[in-house]
């Protein structure tokens, strides 16, 4: 029995101990009621906004998708602006393309004023776009459609070859040596 008795003591007091410490708690709230602490000066006027996790969740899906709808325009510029690039024209257009109609028949009346009469061969070294027109390097000078080079004019430039045409109306092919 006498340790039912002391563990019942024991539970008495730590009752009273509880209320004890309860009323002094209330003590102290009452005294800190009645004078209040002197306020800030400066208070920040943001301390009172709480942001939800869902607005930040938000605010990145929206910025993300204007990240997104940017790029994807850019992109579309660029290539739309690469594919007006000028392409190679077929065999058949050449004959019917009013320029290499001038083409022979200037060759027949005289040479452009790029006429460089030499016993070397013609060695393609590559081409290039130049003010939105396709030039060709051949032996490391520059030439466009419609100039001649040893007597023969140029009568199209593609990526790795460029046609020349001969006073006789011979086609001749030059192309880029790899």
Do not use: W
């Amino acid at each position: 029995m006498s340790i039912i008795h002391d563990a019942l003591k024991k539970t008495q007091k730590n009752l009273k101990n509880i209320e004890h410490h309860n009323i002094s708690k209330n003590n102290k709230q009452n005294a800190l009621e009645d004078n209040p602490p002197e306020k800030r000066e400066h208070t920040n006027e943001f301390s009172d906004i709480h942001i939800s996790p869902s607005a930040i969740i938000l605010s990145c899906l929206i910025a993300s998708v204007i990240i997104l709808t940017t790029n994807t325009v850019l992109y579309y510029l660029k290539t739309r602006a690469s594919s007006h690039s000028i392409k190679p024209t077929s065999k058949s257009s050449i004959t019917q393309n009013p320029v290499v109609s001038n083409i022979k028949e200037q060759a027949i009346s005289e040479p452009n004023h790029k006429t460089q009469p030499t016993e070397r061969a013609l060695v393609l070294n590559g081409t290039l776009m130049a003010e939105d027109k396709r030039v060709a390097l051949i032996n490391n000078e520059v030439y466009e459609i419609g100039e001649s080079i040893d007597d023969k004019f140029i009568t199209s430039i593609s990526l790795n070859e460029v046609e020349l045409l001969d006073k006789n109306g011979l086609i001749t092919t030059i192309k880029v040596k790899k």
